[in-house]
């Protein structure tokens, strides 16, 4: 289905490497904890935003940025694996960022993936990000089919925080981090697309050569539910950090 929309733009910036765009994504994140400490950021995991974190923990062990009484919220979580699983998303935030910084780990959400009932873990997730005044920055990667968080193609442009279950192709690319394949979940709690869009602000970092094409889509293609990141574009605050490799394909 092609959703249309009349504000149909994404900002692009553009740096020569991967290390100087994760610089300047840290540099956003720092700008909104600064322009409101008690703010409520949401977070990614992935590989992508791995130097971006560090550009972080480097800003806050300067002095530049105080985390004490941000919120946190991720995007999304596997099912099935314990908080201290080295492949939750909860222990990845833990390692590469939270535990390098400030911030209250109680003031730290990650969906839980071992919640008995999924359905209500989401909506009191839900529930959390609205109590927390909703999100100010939203940072995101991108899948190489468009998926943004875990919200595959034909995820509904107001779709909500939810299981879902992840593509065969999501699963390849997530065995990288995984002993072998069979033993990446095949399930997932994300946020939903409406839950995303509804984020004050939004930052959304590729990088590399394999992501070029799902940004070429993102910025250039028809908005349609079937590439996810498309959907962006109906928001009004948007940009796309890109180092050059992932900018390739943008004419
Ligand atoms: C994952 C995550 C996304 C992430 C994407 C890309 O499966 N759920 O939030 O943006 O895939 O991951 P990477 O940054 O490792 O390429």
Redesign the pocket.
Known sequence: MTVETESNSINVAIFSTAEEASREVARRIAGAVNRRPDGVLGL?????PVKAYQALIGMYRDGKVDFSKIRTFN??EYIGLPADHPQSFRHFMDQQLFQSINVDPERTFVPDGLASDVAQACSQYEAMIRDAGGIDLQL????HNG????NEPGSAADSRTRQVALTDE?IE??ARFFESIDQVPRHAITMGIGTILEAREIVLLALGEGKAEAVKKMVHGPITEQHPASLLRRHRNVTAVLDAAAARRLA
């Open positions: 990614a995991t992935g590989g992508t995007l999304d995101l990667g991108i899948g998926h943004i968080a875990f999501t690319n997530n």
